[in-house]
Nanobody
């Protein structure tokens, strides 16, 4: 089992920035990738960004490319999501997730085995 605890959400004005953190504990040696997903009210959960734990390769949804940056600190078993130039469409609950499968491109919900409880990000216009 892997346990995940997210932090860093909150309320920010459009154009502002936030940094989300996700600390993993438990069987962290089994992690291949860590990712962020989000779910806005009335919408399905969607992929935001992910990073492969060993190589550091990163993947981004088109909607956040150039604005969001995912990075990890393996010594702390922590993944971060730096979010810049936020807009109201980024408002959602953001979930951290871990994949224990060595998938080539870890961007799909079904590839992830463990999930955090989520942290709310609200961007006001």
């Amino acid at each position: 089992q892997v346990q995940l605890v997210e932090s860093g959400g909150g309320l920010v004005q459009a154009g502002g920035s936030l940094r989300l953190s996700c600390a993993a504990s438990g069987r962290t040696f089994s992690m291949y990738a860590m990712g962020w997903f989000r779910q806005a009210p009335g919408k399905e959960r969607e992929f935001v960004a992910s990073v492969r734990r060993v190589s550091g390769y990163t993947y981004y949804a088109d909607s956040v490319k150039g604005r969001f940056t995912i990075f990890r600190d393996n010594a702390k078993n922590t993944v971060y999501l730096q979010m810049n130039s936020l807009n109201p469409e980024d408002t959602a609950v953001y979930y951290c997730a871990v994949s224990t499968r060595d998938a080539l491109i870890p961007t799909m919900i079904a590839q992830y085995d463990y999930w955090g409880h989520g942290t709310q990000v609200t961007v006001s216009s």
